[in-house]
C-alpha cells in the first residue's frame, strides 16, 4: 500500500525543497516605489482615451446595420433551429468595434511574416489577465497551378482534393496549403516578441515535420465563373452543417468518399451557392500544437475533413459534383 | 490626513508580506518554474494587493483573496510575450540550493508537482501547500468546486504515477 503524503507533509517538503529560494529583502519598498512611479504615469492618460471612445461608438454604430434572419441546417438538409444575428460570434465581432479593430490589425501584422513560420500573436487582457483576441498564421505554401497543387497534395490522403476542374482557361489561380506540426515533429521557437500592444511568437516549423491540416482554392474561369474550393480537419463534428441566410436553402445529396453532403442554392433564383461535406478520417492526424501550456493532452487529434466549393455564377449542380466526385 | 492613510496602508503591506512574501514566492515558482519571474511576480502580487486593500471588503477570505491575485498575475505572467507558448519543465538541477536538509523524496516531490499541466499544478498548489478548502479554491479560480475536485483527483493520480509508493492524501 502506498503511503500517504498529508497536506502538512506536502507543504513542508516544498518550504524545505525550495528554502534556498529566499524573497528580496527591499520587497516593501520595491512595492511602494512602483506604485508611486504608476500613479506619476496614470495622470496623462485621460487625454487619449476620448479619442479611443469615438472610435469605438462610430464602428458600433456602422456594425448595427447587420440584420435578417439566419437559419442553422443539419447534414440531413433540415432546418434546426433560426437563429438570431446578435446570437452569431461574427457578426458580434463586427458590432464589437474594438474586436474588430484588433482582428484587422492582427491579420495585417500576421501577413507581414514570411510564409514558413508559425505565427501567434495576441492582445493580452490586463483586466482579466486572459488574452483578449489572438490570431494565428500557420506555416504556408503557395502554388500558382492547379497541377503543381496536385503534384503535392498526392501525398497526403487526408485532405480531399477537386477530383475535376472546368476545362476553361483560368485568368487566376492561387492554392494555400496550411500546415501544422505532426505528433513526432519539432519545431524551433524564433522569437518571443512585443509590437506596440501586439505580442507575438514566432516558430519554424521542420518541413520534412509538417503536416497539411487546411487548404484553400481561388480560381477565375476567363468566362467570368469563379470557385472557392477549401478543406480542413476538425477534432470533432457537429450535426449541424451550416448557417443559411434566409434565402439560402440546403438539399441533402449523395457524394462517393464523403459521410454527408448538402447542395446550397437561392431559393429565389435557384442559383447554385456551394457544396458542403464531410467525412470521418480512416485514421485521425495527430499534430502538436507549439503553444500547449494550457492543453493537457499535447497533441490534437483531428479525426473529422469538411471539404467545401463555393461557385460565383455558375448555375450547373453537375460541374460541382464532378469537382467534388469526379465524372 | 493622507499621509496617515498612507502609513496605515504600509504598515498593512508590511504584515502581509511579513505573512505571504515565502510561501508566494515558493507558490510563484512552482507555477511559473523560473526564478527570476517568479521574483517579478511576487512584486507584482504585493503592487497589486497594496493599491487594492482598501477595496477589500471580505467577501472570501483574506488568504483566498491574496491567492486570487497570485493566481491571476501568475496566469498573467504565463501569458507573457518572453512565457507564453514556451514548454518550461522543471528538474531537479534547477531547483535553488536549499538552505535546510532536504531528502530524495522531496525532491522527488516537488520536481514531479513542477511536472503536472498547469491547470493540475494550481489545484494541487492551493489545496496541499495553501490549504485552501475546494470551496476557496473554486473562488479563487473562476471555476466551478466539481472542476476542482475533478482537477485535484487528475492531478492526484498523475502523481501517483510519478511518486514511487507514495501518494497524496486525499
Known amino acids: 500500500m502506498n503511503k ?82 446578435t446570437e452569431i460570434p461574427y457578426i458580434q465581432y463586427e458590432k464589437d468595434g474594438e474586436t474588430a479593430e484588433q482582428e484587422r490589425r492582427l491579420s495585417g501584422f500576421l501577413s507581414s511574416f514570411p510564409c514558413e513560420e508559425t505565427v501567434y500573436a495576441w492582445f493580452d487582457n490586463e483586466e482579466h489577465n486572459d488574452i483578449q483576441f489572438g490570431d494565428i498564421k500557420r506555416r504556408e505554401k503557395r502554388f500558382e497551378t492547379h497541377d503543381a497543387f496536385i503534384r503535392y497534395m498526392s501525398g497526403f490522403r487526408h485532405l480531399t482534393i477537386p477530383a475535376w476542374m472546368p476545362e476553361q482557361k483560368t485568368d487566376y489561380y492561387l492554392a494555400q496549403v496550411h ?20 505580442r507575438f511568437n514566432r516558430f519554424l516549423i521542420d518541413e520534412s515535420a509538417a503536416v497539411p491540416t487546411e487548404y484553400s482554392i481561388v480560381v477565375t474561369m476567363e468566362n467570368g ?34 459521410d454527408d453532403a448538402l447542395l446550397v442554392r437561392n431559393r429565389d433564383t435557384a442559383d447554385l451557392l456551394g457544396l458542403i461535406m464531410r467525412r470521418k478520417l480512416d485514421e485521425p492526424v495527430c499534430i502538436k500544437h507549439p503553444h500547449n501550456e494550457y492543453v493537457d493532452e499535447e497533441e490534437i487529434r483531428y479525426t473529422y475533413e469538411q471539404y467545401r466549393i463555393w461557385a460565383f455564377n455558375a448555375r450547373d449542380p453537375e460541374t460541382l459534383i464532378k469537382m467534388a466526385a469526379g465524372e | 490626513m493622507s499621509e496617515i492613510a498612507d502609513f496605515d496602508r504600509e504598515q498593512k503591506l508590511e504584515q502581509l508580506v511579513d505573512r505571504y512574501q515565502t510561501p508566494l514566492l515558493h507558490m510563484c515558482y512552482l507555477y511559473l518554474c523560473d526564478k527570476s519571474l517568479a521574483e517579478d511576480a511576487l512584486q507584482e502580487i ?125
Open chain 2, 46 to 170: 504585493f503592487l497589486k494587493i497594496y493599491r487594492n486593500m482598501d477595496r477589500f471588503r471580505g467577501e472570501c477570505s483574506e488568504k483566498t483573496w491574496v491567492m486570487k491575485i497570485t493566481v491571476n498575475t501568475c496566469y498573467s505572467m504565463n501569458h507573457s510575450g518572453w512565457s507564453r507558448f514556451f514548454n518550461r519543465h522543471v528538474t531537479p538541477e534547477m531547483i535553488p540550493d536549499e538552505a535546510v536538509q532536504t531528502d530524495e523524496e522531496d525532491r522527488q516531490l516537488v520536481t514531479a508537482v513542477a511536472g503536472l499541466p498547469l491547470k493540475l499544478r494550481e489545484v494541487i498548489l492551493l489545496y496541499y501547500f495553501q490549504n485552501l478548502k475546494v470551496n476557496e479554491i473554486a473562488d479563487a479560480l473562476g471555476i466551478t468546486q466539481s472542476s476542482v475536485s475533478g482537477r485535484l483527483k487528475r492531478g492526484r493520480d498523475r502523481l501517483k504515477m510519478m511518486l514511487e509508493g507514495r501518494e497524496l492524501d486525499e
Open chain 1, 225 to 258: 465563373g469563379s470557385y472557392m474550393i477549401d478543406s480542413m480537419l476538425f477534432a470533432g463534428t457537429s450535426d449541424e452543417a451550416i448557417l443559411l441566410r434566409e434565402e439560402e436553402t440546403a438539399e441533402r445529396i449523395t457524394i462517393d468518399g464523403m
Open chain 1, 4 to 85: 500517504k503524503i498529508t497536506a502538512a507533509e506536502f507543504h513542508d517538503a516544498v518550504e524545505r525543497e525550495l528554502s534556498g529560494l529566499k524573497p528580496d529583502s527591499g520587497l516593501i519598498q520595491q512595492v511602494i516605489a512602483a506604485d508611486r512611479e504608476a500613479m506619476k504615469a496614470r495622470k496623462i492618460l485621460p487625454a487619449g482615451m476620448g479619442v479611443a471612445f469615438a472610435v469605438l461608438i462610430i464602428l458600433a454604430t456602422v456594425a448595427y446595420a447587420i440584420t435578417g434572419l439566419y437559419s442553422v441546417a443539419t447534414w440531413q438538409g433540415e432546418i434546426s433551429r433560426t437563429v438570431d444575428p
Open chain 1, 179 to 198: 500546415m501544422e506540426c505532426e505528433a513526432s515533429g519539432k519545431y524551433d521557437l524564433l522569437e518571443e516578441g512585443v509590437q506596440g500592444d501586439i
